[in-house]
């Protein structure tokens, strides 16, 4: 079955901290992965997306997601946090075509001075 | 990116009554939209998918016909809650898909908060 664990429901660092956000995927196809963020009352915005190739890949506002196909893991990263990051982030896994993308059920992220 | 919008935003609707909610996606053509349904504080519940000029194809225990679903052209998709009652009240999201990205990346429209009293 696929399915997008992620294992920390919510996460507290302080402002200029880094970060990173673990995302665990099973899926039976060649997996396509996605971060997404979601501020309160908003939709979702891209982050950055792993299709093939470089498997580190970079994204916007400062982040980055590394693909580990051997630990089915595609975690978030950013090296310094702003207070504006705070949001919830998805993790979603896809495959080509028309096939619906199967979500994570989210990571809060707060972030302290 | 690519740019996807929903319309209302909000909206606030006595018990009985319908509501539609438009999605469109403003500088790509759309063949697939998605229709989420979100809930306080949780992840995302894919209720049905949406194809250009088909039916739509409902995930199971979603009532098709509690939740209309018409996507007449290319960049409008349209959900419309029929009777809806106060357990309907959500935050609704729509999403479509770029095929000049590759058909593989979904844009997500802002939502739409529904209130039914």
């Known amino acids: 079955a696929q399915s997008v664990t992620q294992p920390d429901i919510h996460i507290t660092v302080s402002e200029g901290a880094s970060l990173e956000l673990r995302c665990n995927y099973s899926?039976?196809?060649?997996?396509?992965l996605f971060w997404y963020v979601q501020s309160p009352g908003q939709g979702l915005q891209l982050l950055l997306k792993y299709f093939s190739g470089d498997t580190l890949v970079q994204g916007i506002k400062g982040f980055e997601a590394e693909f580990k196909r051997s630990q089915s893991s595609f975690n978030l990263r950013k090296p310094s946090v702003h207070w504006s990051d705070a949001a919830e982030y998805f993790c979603?896994?896809?495959?080509?075509?028309?096939?619906?993308?199967?979500f994570g059920k989210g990571t809060r992220l707060s972030v302290i001075a | 990116g690519a740019v996807v919008s929903q319309h209302p935003s909000r909206v606030i609707c006595k018990s009985g009554t319908s509501v539609k909610i438009e999605c469109r996606s403003l500088d790509f053509q759309a063949t697939t939209m998605f229709w989420y349904r979100q809930f306080p504080k949780q992840s995302l519940m894919l209720m049905a998918t949406s194809n250009e000029g088909s039916k739509a194809t409902y995930e199971q225990g979603v009532e098709k016909d509690k939740f209309l679903i018409n996507h007449a052209s290319l960049t409008l998709s349209t959900l419309t809650v029929t009777s809806a009652h106060p357990e309907d009240s959500s935050f609704y999201i729509c999403s479509a898909r770029d095929p000049g990205q590759g058909g593989e990346t979904q844009y997500f429209g802002p939502g739409t908060r529904l209130l039914v009293l």
């Open positions: 979603a896994v896809g495959a080509w075509g028309n096939t619906p993308l199967v």
């Open positions: 899926y039976g196809a060649t997996p396509y």
